[in-house]
């Protein structure tokens, strides 16, 4: 079974510096308008959905925001309101964007940037300000939350506290915008009774596991085990949707330290055929730096990249997207 690719993680700047060797340099310098061609692209392959990676980025040197605020600098981007591009393209095509509001203390620090206190308050801060700036886009649809542990067996019960007390903010500022996680462990998790019962207490709307193929934590021939015991717990639990991040890269070198680059269309379609039956939308990991529409004026990524969107736009149009 195939189905289209109807959405995609995006990013001003990719977080793993090592990763992001074809396209961090290029979207550093990015003007709006070329920003606004990215987002145009992915309507031109028929995509719906976009998660925006991250509104600012802690490290351990240094933290740098994409939008004007007074929690951290703004980054040094030829592009001076990055944001009002994403959205203002979103907007004329349709589509809708899920912003995000985590990263706000070191981005590796996962337990931490959930659990202090003192990030949640800046976090929280980001958010009001996200929203009096940017809610009055028809294309701000929801929040992401991308400070994610492993689920391993089952959800750790600070993760669940975390995306409860981020939900309850969101529920509160912008009333009516959705909610979404992408964990990862897809691979280890237990779907049992007890898993139900921690579906049932979160409080999210989109749940979009990992496939983990990029990471080589999974093969394709093994996700569709995963994804059918997932769509029987989440059809117990009765409550947040099931979608995939599907991992649309491979490593030039070494897992996690070498840059992404295009995988092959026969694997996708070979991840597509096993998860398809189970979950409701399809959404990659990601589509920037992986494909590049021929002759556009926003071109960042590998060479490979241009090859991979005539593939893609093909698939899409074939299973109508």
Excluded at 104 to 116: A, L, R
Excluded at 131 to 159: L, M, N, Q, R, V
Excluded at 197 to 222: F, M, N, R, T
Aim: aromatic share 14%; hydrophobic share 40%.
């Amino acid at each position: 079974m195939q189905k289209p690719i109807t959405g995609t993680w995006f990013e001003f700047w990719h977080h793993n510096i090592p990763e992001g060797k074809y396209w961090n340099p290029i979207c550093r310098h990015f003007s709006a308008e070329q920003w606004g061609a990215k987002v145009d692209e992915l309507a031109s392959v028929g995509m719906k959905y976009i998660v925006l990676m991250a509104t600012a980025l802690g490290y351990e040197e240094y933290a740098e925001s994409y939008f004007d605020t007074d929690i951290f600098p703004f980054a040094e981007m030829a592009c001076k309101d990055p944001m009002s591009a994403l959205l203002n393209a979103a907007d004329r095509n349709g589509m809708k964007v899920f912003v995000s509001c985590g990263f706000y203390g070191v981005w590796t620090h996962t337990m931490e940037n959930m659990t202090s206190p003192v990030i949640t308050e800046r976090a929280f801060k980001a958010m009001e300000q996200l929203w009096e700036k940017y809610g009055h886009h028809e294309s701000f649809y929801g929040w992401y939350f991308p400070d994610e542990t492993c689920i391993e067996g089952h959800f750790h019960p600070a993760f669940i506290e975390y995306v409860n007390r981020y939900s309850a903010h969101a529920h509160k500022i912008a009333p009516g915008t959705k909610t979404l996680i992408a964990p990862y462990g897809t691979n280890i998790l237990v779907a049992d009774d007890e898993y139900v019962e921690q579906l049932k207490a979160l409080d999210v709307d989109i749940i979009a596991y990992q496939d983990e193929i990029g990471v080589q934590k999974s093969k394709p021939e093994d996700t569709a085990e995963y994804y059918k015991n997932l769509r029987k717990a989440h059809d117990a639990a009765g409550r947040a949707a099931l979608w995939a991040d599907m991992e649309a890269f491979e490593f030039e070198g070494k897992v996690y330290s070498s840059a992404l680059i295009p995988a092959t269309i026969e694997r996708l379609e070979r991840q597509i055929e096993s998860i398809a039956p189970y979950v409701d939308e399809i959404l990659i990991y990601q589509y920037q730096g992986m494909f590049n529409k021929p002759g556009t004026i926003a071109y960042c990524g590998h060479p490979d990249s241009v090859r991979y969107y005539n593939e893609l736009a093909e698939h899409n149009a074939k299973y109508k997207a």
